[in-house]
């Protein structure tokens, strides 16, 4: 089993960053592939990012390309979404979702953490 938490997120006005982080606990991330996910009230959850195991792939949804950068350290079993130049449109809960390789779909991923909010005002 893996416990995932993430944190980081808040409140941030357009242009703003952020970086989240998503700790797991139960197992070490190392052998899994790691995504970012996010959903807006009354929209689906969306893909956000991807890292493989030894983070040498990475995916990236064309809506936050060179906005957002998806990163991992295993030694601290943690991945990292920072994300810069903020739109209101980012506004979503996020979640960090644990799998066997780096998935763009969620419904390959095996763990989900609990979703931490982010607000972007206009």
């Known amino acids: 089993q893996v416990q995932l938490v993430e944190s980081g997120g808040g409140l941030v006005q357009a242009g703003g960053s952020l970086r989240l982080s998503c700790v797991a606990s139960?197992?070490?991330?190392?052998?899994?592939?790691m995504g970012w996910f996010r959903q807006a009230p009354g929209k689906e959850r969306e893909f956000v990012a991807s890292?493989?195991?030894?983070?040498?792939?990475?995916g990236e949804s064309d809506s936050v390309k060179g906005r957002f950068t998806i990163s991992r350290d295993n030694a601290k079993n943690t991945v990292y979404l920072q994300m810069n130049s903020l739109k209101p449109e980012d506004t979503a809960v996020y979640y960090c979702?644990?799998?066997?390789?780096?998935?763009?779909?969620?419904?390959?991923?095996?763990?989900w953490g609990q979703g931490t909010q982010v607000t972007v005002s206009s």
């Open positions: 979702a644990a799998g066997r390789n780096p998935y763009r779909r969620d419904v390959y991923y095996d763990y």
């Open positions: 139960g197992r070490t991330l190392s052998s899994n592939g």
């Open positions: 890292i493989s195991m030894s983070g040498g792939t990475i």
